[in-house]
Structure formats: C-alpha cells, structure tokens
C-alpha cells in the first residue's frame, strides 16, 4: 500500500515570503504616509489661500470706506484720538521687521431709529441702544451717514445727544457709530510663534483677530498729486491705498528648502471713496 507523501513550505520559503511581505509592506506604508503627507500639505495651502483672501476682502472693504459720514473731523475734531481719517503707519514692527499698520476712522452702521425724531430735538430712540454707545469711547454717532453728534447719556434704548438735531430724522434711518479701526500685525496671544492679522476698534475691547498666519503687512499710498509713497506727510492727501499681505501654511513642510513654510502673497489697490471729495 502506497502512502502520499504530505507536502509543506520549507523554513527557507517561509523565511523569503516573510522577508517579501515586510518589504511589501513598508513600501506601502511609505507610500501611504507621502500620500497623506501630500494630502496634508494641500490642505494647508488650502487653507491659507483661503484666510488671506477673507482677511483682505475684510479689510479692503473697510478701507474703502474711509471718512464715510460726513465732516467727521470737522464735528468731532478726533475720534478716539485719532486726527485723520486715514492714519499709517510705517515699519510699525509688531511682529519683527518691516510690517505696516494702518488706522481708518469710519462711520459703521450699527442700528436704525426706531421713531421720528425732530429738528431741535436732542433724543434719540433706537434699537439695543444700550449696547451700542456709551459716553466714553463709543460717543460718536452719525445718522443718516452725514449728520454727527456726540452722545451725552444713554439709558435703554435712549440716546440723548450733547447738541440738538439740525434736521428731522425718520424712522429706519441708518444710525451709525463713528470709530478708528486698526489694522496690524501681531503675536497671537496663545501661540507666541503664531502671527495673526488683528482688527481694533480703540475701544477698549481690545484686538479681534481676523487672519492667522499673515506674517507680512504693508501699505503703500497713492496722493493726489500722483506721488506713491509709505509714509506720506499729509494724510488727507491720500486717494488710493495698496494693500499687500503675505500668508504662510500653519506647519512647515519637511521637504521644502529653508524654514519650510509655504507661502502666498496676496495685493489689492483701494480707492478711497470719502476724501478728496
């Protein structure tokens, strides 16, 4: 009687099919974390495409808007200390070197009037009024985007100006607080490596931060004389602004030269609607 002879893998193929699923292995896992690596990277410049053109649209839109209601300085001679309606400034350095900040005075529409209010009258009745103004820094107040009084008391919904109204106000009509708002740079306050773009209304409240990782912001301005400069001596004289901001990824990339950022830079010309008018 003839038996078969059982057949298996000897120690040596096991040993080879063990070596080839490692090496298998590895190159797939190799490629896995370059994929995902790749992945990552994109994502992040994504992102950072995406922050630098909210954080520009943002600011643009504000700086375009400058000196918007009416004789601000004429009726308030400085708004939180600020005497022009675009104030710049060059190489202001927050965050190290070579960095601008700028500083917009502007009339920001924030409630409507919720009755009639008559010329010689100097009350005002208007929504969340109470939350709005103040006596302090938030004491300037512009209606219908032209007429500006500064603000003598509030109580409730209530805002009784220090000058009576030169004119009848409807109502619905747009109320508006006038105030200074500063674009720039600066450490963000939780992650000292981290540069954020901020925006500060010079109220008190302190920076709002608007666009992390800028970590280069620059103005240039054009006069109305043609002359196209950093820093110009008279500030009313400023027609177009340039807005140029540079961006970078949150980590760096192992793979690129240097610090290993990637980065984008990003420019807009502003023309300044309210001055020269």
């Known amino acids: 009687m003839l038996f078969e002879r059982n057949k298996g893998l000897s120690l040596i193929e096991l040993l080879v099919a063990l070596v080839t699923v490692t090496i298998l292995s590895a190159a797939s896992y190799r490629m896995f974390i370059s994929q995902q690596n790749v992945y990552n990277i994109q994502d992040q410049v994504a992102d950072m495409q995406q922050n630098v053109r909210l954080s520009i649209t943002r600011m643009v839109s504000k700086i375009r808007m400058a000196g918007y209601g009416g004789n601000i300085l004429g009726s308030f001679g400085n708004v939180n200390g600020f005497t022009n309606i675009i104030t710049p400034l060059h190489n202001a350095n927050y965050i190290g070197t070579g960095d601008d900040s700028i500083t917009i005075i502007i009339a920001d529409d924030v409630s409507t009037l919720t009755q009639n209010a008559a010329k010689g009258s100097s009350q005002l009745v208007l929504n969340n009024a109470n939350s709005i103004f103040d006596t302090g820094t938030k004491k300037y107040l512009c209606l219908n985007g032209e007429n500006n009084y500064l603000v003598n008391a509030v109580s409730g919904n209530t805002v009784t ?88 990824t949150k980590m760096p990339d192992p793979q690129m030269p240097g610090d290993g950022y990637r980065r984008r830079e990003l420019f807009s010309f502003v023309q300044v609607r309210n001055l020269g008018l």
């Open 161 to 248: 100006l220090t000058t009576p109204l030169t004119e009848d106000h409807l109502i619905n009509e747009a109320v508006s607080l006038v105030k200074a708002v500063t674009y720039k740079l600066q450490w963000d306050s939780t992650n000292p490596t981290m540069p954020v773009l901020v925006e500060d209304e010079n109220t008190g409240a302190g920076s709002q931060v608007i666009g992390e990782n800028m970590e280069r912001l620059e103005f240039q301005y054009t006069l109305s004389d043609g002359t196209v400069t950093n820093s110009p001596a008279t500030p009313s004289n400023i027609r177009m602004v340039k807005v140029d901001m540079t961006a970078r």
